[in-house]
C-alpha cells in the first residue's frame, strides 16, 4: 500500500503565511480518510522536510506561493513547475521547499509531490489568522483541490465534523485574527504544590 501524506508548510506567526498549516489542521478535525493517510504539519521544518520527501510515496504539499496574482488565487504545481518559477523563492521557508524537492530529486528517491499553491495577501504581520481574501475563497479553494488531489490518489473521504477554520485554528494555536482564547487557570490545584 502507498505511503500518502498532506504536509502543510508555512509560518503560522505571520498571518497568511500559516494557510498550509491550517487546512492540515482543518483536515484532522474534521475528515476521515480511507486508506489511512498522514496530516502533517510541517511549520518551517527546512531539511526535515527531506525526511518526509523520502519516505513517501505521494505528498501533497499545501503552502503559499509568491506568484504576482490576486491574493486567493490557488495553483496545482509539480516540483518541476515549482522549480521553474523565478518569483516562488522570496520567503526563507520558500527557498527551503524547493531546495528539499531538488536535494530529494538528486538522491533518487523523491515522493510524487503536488504542490498546492496559494498567493497570499499579507505575510509581514506577525498575527495567527488570515487576510480576508485567503479566508474566504483561498482557503475553500485549496481544502477542495487536496480533497480532489486525495481522490485520484485512491483515498475516501467523509466529513464528521464541522468545525469552522477559526475554530480549528483557536483549538490548536489559541488566536486567530487577534481573537484571543482567555483561559482561567483553575486555583484548585495550587494547594498540592
Known amino acids: 500500500m502507498k505511503k500518502i501524506a498532506v504536509v502543510g508548510v508555512g509560518n503560522i506567526l505571520f498571518k497568511d503565511e500559516g494557510i498550509g498549516v491550517f487546512i492540515v489542521k482543518y483536515l484532522q478535525e474534521n475528515y476521515v480518510f480511507k ?7 510541517a511549520g518551517t521544518l527546512g531539511f526535515r522536510l527531506m525526511e518526509y520527501l523520502e519516505d513517501y510515496d505521494n505528498i501533497i504539499l499545501v503552502d503559499t506561493i509568491s506568484i504576482k496574482d490576486k491574493a486567493g488565487s490557488v495553483y496545482r504545481l509539480t516540483a518541476e513547475d515549482l522549480a521553474g518559477i ?7 521557508h520558500e527557498v527551503e521547499v524547493l531546495q528539499m524537492l531538488e536535494l530529494t530529486a538528486l538522491k533518487g528517491k523523491r515522493a510524487e509531490t503536488i504542490i498546492i499553491g496559494i498567493v497570499p495577501e499579507n505575510i509581514c ?3 495567527i489568522g488570515l487576510t480576508k481574501p485567503l479566508e474566504n475563497e483561498g482557503f475553500k479553494t485549496a481544502t477542495y483541490q487536496v480533497l480532489k488531489e486525495l481522490e485520484k490518489l485512491e483515498i475516501k473521504y467523509e466529513k464528521v465534523n464541522s468545525l469552522s477554520l477559526r475554530d480549528v485554528v483557536i483549538k490548536h494555536f489559541g488566536s486567530y485574527n487577534g481573537e484571543l482564547v482567555k483561559q482561567r487557570i483553575g486555583d484548585e490545584n495550587y494547594r498540592n504544590c
Open 35 to 41: 486508506p489511512k493517510i498522514d496530516l502533517i504539519d
Open 86 to 92: 523565478g518569483s516562488y523563492h522570496q520567503t526563507a
Open 125 to 127: 504581520i506577525s498575527e
